[in-house]
């Protein structure tokens, strides 16, 4: 399988983002400041049921006695420990306004980049769709995850401005690289599993629903950014970790049971 072959959901999930970008800044500035505020809460309203329908995975996965609920809080509870101290929301922001100052942006430039970069990578489709991808050619994940994130940064755009456009960067990155990981990853971390048993794999679910809880807090964010508050946003940049150590918390729980 050629390079390409595995890369091609990626490349068309940047390409949604960028296009949409483009369209939000060209018709953004056209909108009421009304209906950019009205945009944005719609798109919190969906995100938090996007977030919501993931979170529900956590019911159909335990470790031993222990729900997975409570293996999400421990996860969240330590990767906010461990992101606060590694400094992830602020290296994200400071990421931002490198670009901002690299590219001479303007307006809410960071705020944009690190919503976009969050919302575009947080969840099971970058996870499952990057495994699918990598391993089989297959990207009808992230073909159908581009379609949502091309809507998504076409209302952040209006609001937001260009730094959205720069979450591509992210997406490309991540997205590639767990594409271009997905033996090696499927092998060490899910089994080897093959790719259309992942959706139902107890780690995927933990990941996928403690991935939801981080995008209600996305959703807060935008909503609080629709109506003009901006000081009380949840932290989820440093709630990063939590996808990494919910398979582990997974592992342990049910070593120990």
Request: proline fraction near 3%; include cysteine; glycine fraction near 16%.
């Amino acid at each position: 399988m050629s390079l390409l072959d595995q890369l091609s959901g990626t490349l068309v999930n940047v390409g949604t983002v960028l296009a949409g970008t483009a369209l939000g800044l060209l018709v953004g500035h056209r909108l009421p400041e009304r209906t950019q505020r009205t945009l944005l809460q719609t798109l919190s309203l969906v995100t938090l049921f996007l977030g919501l329908d993931m979170a529900a995975s956590l019911n159909r996965v335990s470790g031993g006695a222990v729900p997975g609920v409570i293996l999400a809080l421990i996860s969240l509870a330590a990767g906010a420990v461990l992101g606060e101290a590694l400094g992830i929301e602020e290296r994200l922001e400071g990421l931002g306004e490198r670009l901002k100052r690299r590219f001479r942006g303007g307006g809410r430039f960071t705020e944009g980049f690190v919503a976009a970069s969050l919302l575009f990578c947080i969840g099971p489709m970058t996870v499952v769709g990057g495994l699918q991808n990598g391993l089989t050619g297959d990207a009808s994940t992230y073909i159908l995850k581009s379609t949502l994130d091309g809507i998504a940064a076409l209302a952040l755009a209006g609001a937001y401005g260009i730094g959205v456009g720069f979450s591509a960067l992210t997406v490309l990155l991540l997205q590639g690289g767990i594409s271009l990981a997905a033996g090696a990853l499927a092998g060490s971390l899910l089994g080897g599993a093959d790719p259309e048993s992942l959706k139902t794999n107890p780690a995927v679910l933990l990941i996928t629903g403690t991935g939801g809880v981080t995008i209600v807090g996305i959703s807060w964010n935008l909503m609080l950014a629709g109506l003009g508050i901006e000081d009380r946003r949840v932290r989820v940049g440093s709630l990063l970790p939590a996808l990494l150590l919910a398979p582990l918390a997974l592992w342990l729980s049910r070593l120990l049971a």
